[in-house]
């Protein structure tokens, strides 16, 4: 079946510095991939998505590739803010058994002053 | 204008008791879902709605059911709860079953069963 992988965290950065999580997928077909945040207390949104290979979602400062060769799609940002401490979660769809996502284990992230 | 509304957002309730969440969306979607989110914040889809048409997680115990009234509702009814059914419910929606399209989530309904 399909699954998706990312690093566990909690990632814990200065603010300012680089942002890498690392999300890997196997599915049947050609997923859509996506990037999902869910601050404390709230509901998940989306933060970027992908729909075919070598599409570059981005948002907010946020990038993420969907690279069909290597099965993933890595989310970075090269400054962090503080106000961008959460939940990630990397997430894939083939549009297959009612379109239903796959979610991936989600990456806490921590910046810090 | 909240675009996907859950009710209610707490629920504490005793082992054994049947109750529903529901869940309404404004954006005009065809699609709606249900997802449970654990204690180690791992989300899993229990059920897709679209037109009448229900796919089901197979995971999921059948004293779960989903009831749709109309297009802009899916409510989440569980029979005989248990313990182990603590955990933050979401619902979201999506235009279609397009596999491309962004579903949209509500702000979860915390259910604690003592």
């Known amino acids: 079946g399909d699954s998706v992988t990312q690093m566990e965290g909690p990632v814990t950065l200065s603010e300012e510095a680089f942002l890498t999580i690392n999300c890997t997928y196997t599915?049947?077909?050609?997923?859509?991939l996506f990037w999902y945040v869910q601050y404390p207390g709230e509901g998940l949104q989306l933060l970027l998505k992908a729909t075919k290979a070598d599409d570059k979602g981005s948002n907010k400062g946020f990038e993420a590739t969907y690279r069909k060769e290597t099965t993933s799609f890595h989310l970075e940002k090269g400054s962090v803010q503080v106000s961008d401490s959460a939940v990630y979660f990397c997430a894939l769809s083939t549009g297959n058994a009612g379109n239903m996502l796959t979610f991936g284990g989600g990456t806490r992230l921590m910046v810090k002053p | 204008d909240t675009a996907v509304s859950q009710t209610p957002k707490y629920l504490v309730t005793q082992m054994g008791n049947d109750k529903s969440i529901k869940c309404e969306q404004n954006l005009g979607h065809d699609t709606m879902y249900w997802y449970k989110q654990d204690s180690k914040k791992f989300l899993k889809i229990m059920f897709s709605?679209?037109?009448?048409?229900?796919?089901i997680n197979e995971t999921v115990p059948n004293r779960f059911s989903p009831k749709s009234p109309d297009k802009a509702h899916l409510n989440l009814h569980i029979n005989s709860l248990e313990l182990g059914d603590s955990a933050v419910y979401f619902c979201?929606?999506?235009?279609?079953?397009?596999?491309?399209?962004?579903?949209?989530f509500g702000p979860g309904t915390r259910l604690l069963v003592l």
């Open positions: 709605y679209n037109n009448k048409e229900l796919i």
């Open positions: 599915a049947t077909g050609y997923p859509s």
């Open positions: 979201a929606s999506s235009p279609n079953f397009d596999g491309k399209e962004t579903q949209y």
